[in-house]
């Protein structure tokens, strides 16, 4: 278990008490603590996890557990991977829903959860999540790429931040083989814009012939329509494009027309060209 | 340059939007020409009681008998439950129930006990009946068992989409992280395992107070449940999952105004059937019976 995040947590807070028990699971062994759901973790540089409980008569449990993900990005990455809405005010960012309250600082991952959603219980897990938070250490920006997607246009609090297959099939669904090449080594972010449901994403390969090789497997795969222009129309309404820039593959899905199809990927190939990313210098 | 013949894209279930009724209306990647083969229709029985689960939550142990042995009877046409569970336990066969723990939605006691009784109606010796989750691997019973009941609660799940009937047999295996590839696609292998290979007799999908939505990866949260105080009973697991599967979309349309598909899809339960032949997901060909209480059945 980490000292840092240890620290961060109180022995008690309001009449609510931290119980003995407190169990730390690494990537082996968190398979006991939260079955096949510990995929999501593993999907990232998931180090452990440290579960602590706090109890009060007659009131319910609050489980506090903070994941060490291993680096910045990827404490963001698992935050983003089911977030619908997010507030700033704790940690890097912060969602809560019900009973649950889950933010992201630094390396950290951190979610307090009760079995009932009682006004005492959304108070106590908010301050007691401003506590961890504030003992936390503070650095840690969002994923570089996560910046750099276009803001034109884009829905609020669909960025995702990921690196393997399953979890862009989870976001949404391509195929079931890896026809991105995706795997630890590669960094990728899915956002969606407007109009319609246009899904933009960008990923960062190790190096640009393993985005070449990638790029290729996906036109050969996907869009073989399109292995001299580019983009296609692959359903009614539905624009696929795909292009690359050095380490980087940038794919448009489900545009609503060539043009934004186009436009929104040209729009990312931008921003990385702007931040000196993507030209073949940069590895 | 050309597609491999083995690839399956999402270009490929767009396509296929005449195909079961499954993929298209929920959001699973099904492919049209893996649903295609005639199947003979799988009998689903939904018995649902206002009374099963009470105003302070606690399960009435009554009422799910009753609500089981009525399944039963409609599941297969006879009056007498003792008679159907006559006709599918011995009393020499050896009997696991195959249960699920997680401590937030549990099988709970009053089904499995209810199952248990009337397997001993059958005839089978109380020391010949086994009731276990995590540990049927190293469980006597389950390790000798020539019979199986299948008893579980349906509930999202963040890997796999659903908890499902299906995946209960995770634990059969000592490695259950070889089944979580591709959002545990794989998960209808899991049948073939000598253990439990051909040994099912009846699967029980628990519906009392589904967790029709998760909080984060993994978080359990009383809000996403309701009251639905229903059991799904069927021959077929996937067939009966697959009920349980549409029950979960409608009820989060009610809940959310709109489409919102169970991410990751719930693929496992179409892969079942249409990879791994372990029974039927499309709808169109499941025989779903309706009893009890129909305020707010949804399906």
Same mark, same amino acid.
């Given at each position: %278990?980490?000292?840092?995040?240890?620290?961060?947590?109180?022995?008690?807070?309001?009449?609510?008490?931290?119980?003995?028990?407190?169990?730390?699971?690494?990537?082996?062994?968190?398979?006991?603590?939260?079955?096949?759901?510990?995929?999501?973790?593993? @999907?990232?540089?998931?180090?452990?996890?440290?579960?602590?409980?706090?109890?009060?008569?007659?009131?319910?449990?609050?489980?506090?557990?903070?994941?060490? %993900?291993?680096?910045?990005?990827?404490?963001?990455?698992?935050?983003?991977?089911?977030?619908? @809405?997010?507030?700033?005010?704790?940690?890097?960012?912060?969602?809560?829903?019900?009973?649950?309250?889950?933010?992201?600082?630094?390396?950290?991952?951190?979610?307090?959860?009760?079995?009932?959603?009682?006004?005492?219980?959304?108070?106590?897990?908010?301050?007691?999540?401003?506590?961890?938070?504030?003992?936390?250490?503070?650095?840690?920006?969002?994923?570089?790429?996560?910046?750099?997607?276009?803001?034109?246009?884009?829905?609020?609090?669909?960025?995702?931040?990921?690196?393997?297959?399953? @979890?862009?099939?989870?976001?949404?669904?391509?195929?079931?083989?890896?026809?991105?090449?995706?795997?630890?080594?590669?960094?990728?972010?899915?956002?969606?814009?407007?109009?319609?449901?246009?899904?933009?994403?960008?990923?960062?390969?190790? @190096?640009?012939?393993?985005?070449?090789?990638?790029?290729?497997?996906?036109?050969?795969?996907?869009?073989?329509?399109?292995?001299?222009?580019?983009?296609?129309?692959?359903?009614?309404?539905?624009?696929?494009?795909?292009?690359?820039?050095?380490?980087?593959?940038?794919?448009?899905?489900?545009?609503?027309?060539?043009?934004?199809?186009?436009?929104?990927?040209?729009?990312?190939?931008?921003?990385?060209?702007?931040?000196?990313?993507?030209?073949?210098?940069?590895? | 340059?050309?597609?491999?013949?083995?690839?399956?894209?999402?270009?490929?279930?767009?396509?296929?939007?005449?195909?079961?009724?499954?993929?298209?209306?929920?959001?699973?990647?099904?492919?049209?020409?893996?649903?295609?083969? !005639?199947?003979?229709?799988s009998?689903?029985?939904?018995?649902?009681?206002?009374?099963?689960?009470?105003?302070?939550?606690?399960?009435?142990?009554?009422?799910?008998?009753?609500?089981l042995d009525?399944a039963v009877?409609?599941l297969f046409?006879r009056?007498d439950p003792v008679d159907c569970w006559k006709a599918l336990i011995k009393p020499d066969d050896i009997v696991g129930i195959k249960s699920n723990e +997680?401590?937030?939605?549990?099988t709970?006691?009053?089904v499995e006990q209810a199952i248990k009784k009337r397997v001993m109606d059958a005839g089978v010796l109380e020391k010949n009946i086994g009731i276990d989750d995590r540990g049927v691997l190293r469980n006597p019973i389950f390790r000798k068992a020539t019979a199986l009941i299948n008893a579980r609660?349906?509930?999202?799940?963040? +890997?796999?989409?659903?908890?499902?009937l299906i995946k209960n047999y995770i634990m059969f295996d000592p490695?259950?992280?070889?089944?979580?590839?591709?959002?545990?696609?794989?998960l209808g292998k899991l049948w073939e395992l000598p253990i439990v290979k051909g040994k099912t007799r009846l699967n029980v999908l628990?519906?009392?107070?589904?967790?029709?939505?998760?909080?984060?990866?993994?978080?359990?949260?009383?809000?996403?449940? +309701?009251?639905?105080?229903?059991?799904?009973v069927g021959a077929d697991p996937v067939?009966v999952?697959?009920?349980?599967?549409?029950?979960?979309?409608?009820?989060?349309? !009610?809940?959310?105004?709109?489409?919102?598909?169970?991410?990751?899809?719930?693929?496992?339960?179409?892969?079942a059937?249409?990879?791994y032949h372990l029974g039927?997901?499309?709808?169109?060909?499941?025989?779903?019976?309706?009893?009890? +209480? !129909?305020?707010?059945?949804?399906?």
């Amino acid at each position: %278990m980490a000292t840092e995040a240890a620290r961060a947590v109180p022995n008690e807070i309001l009449d609510w008490k931290v119980t003995d028990t407190v169990e730390t699971y690494d990537r082996e062994s968190i398979f006991d603590y939260i079955n096949g759901a510990g995929e999501v973790y593993r @999907s990232y540089a998931f180090r452990d996890v440290t579960v602590w409980r706090f109890s009060k008569p007659d009131a319910p449990d609050i489980t506090v557990e903070i994941f060490d %993900m291993g680096s910045p990005d990827d404490a963001y990455g698992v935050f983003s991977h089911t977030r619908e @809405s997010e507030e700033s005010g704790i940690g890097g960012g912060y969602e809560q829903r019900g009973s649950v309250l889950c933010f992201w600082q630094n390396r950290y991952y951190v979610c307090l959860a009760a079995y009932e959603s009682t006004d005492d219980v959304r108070q106590v897990v908010t301050m007691l999540a401003r506590i961890i938070a504030q003992k936390l250490p503070q650095s840690g920006g969002i994923p570089n790429l996560i910046g750099l997607l276009p803001q034109e246009g884009m829905v609020e609090h669909t960025q995702r931040f990921f690196h393997i297959h399953a @979890s862009l099939n989870y976001h949404y669904y391509l195929a079931e083989q890896n026809i991105l090449r995706l795997s630890d080594s590669t960094n990728a972010v899915l956002a969606v814009y407007e109009p319609g449901t246009t899904w933009l994403l960008c990923v960062e390969y190790p @190096s640009a012939q393993e985005a070449e090789e990638a790029h290729g497997s996906f036109v050969e795969n996907y869009l073989p329509e399109a292995a001299e222009t580019g983009v296609a129309m692959v359903d009614v309404d539905k624009w696929v494009s795909a292009s690359k820039l050095g380490r980087y593959v940038v794919i448009t899905f489900d545009a609503v027309s060539r043009a934004r199809s186009t436009k929104l990927a040209d729009a990312m190939k931008i921003s990385l060209i702007d931040a000196n990313l993507g030209t073949g210098n940069d590895q | 340059m050309s597609k491999k013949n083995d690839l399956i894209t999402r270009r490929d279930f767009v396509k296929g939007a005449s195909c079961a009724a499954l993929g298209m209306a929920i959001g699973l990647p099904v492919i049209a020409n893996e649903v295609a083969k !005639e199947v003979t229709k799988s009998r689903v029985v939904l018995v649902r009681d206002k009374y099963a689960v009470a105003s302070n939550g606690k399960i009435n142990g009554e009422v799910i008998q009753r609500m089981l042995d009525q399944a039963v009877t409609a599941l297969f046409d006879r009056k007498d439950p003792v008679d159907c569970w006559k006709a599918l336990i011995k009393p020499d066969d050896i009997v696991g129930i195959k249960s699920n723990e +997680w401590h937030y939605l549990p099988t709970t006691t009053q089904v499995e006990q209810a199952i248990k009784k009337r397997v001993m109606d059958a005839g089978v010796l109380e020391k010949n009946i086994g009731i276990d989750d995590r540990g049927v691997l190293r469980n006597p019973i389950f390790r000798k068992a020539t019979a199986l009941i299948n008893a579980r609660p349906m509930r999202t799940h963040a +890997w796999s989409g659903v908890g499902s009937l299906i995946k209960n047999y995770i634990m059969f295996d000592p490695n259950p992280p070889n089944y979580h590839e591709n959002a545990c696609a794989p998960l209808g292998k899991l049948w073939e395992l000598p253990i439990v290979k051909g040994k099912t007799r009846l699967n029980v999908l628990v519906l009392f107070t589904p967790l029709f939505y998760g909080v984060g990866p993994h978080h359990f949260d009383k809000t996403y449940t +309701w009251v639905y105080g229903g059991l799904a009973v069927g021959a077929d697991p996937v067939a009966v999952d697959s009920v349980g599967l549409r029950l979960f979309q409608a009820k989060r349309k !009610e809940y959310f105004g709109g489409e919102r598909p169970i991410k990751p899809a719930a693929h496992h339960i179409a892969f079942a059937d249409t990879r791994y032949h372990l029974g039927t997901s499309d709808p169109s060909k499941i025989d779903l019976v309706k009893l009890g +209480w !129909e305020e707010g059945v949804l399906i």
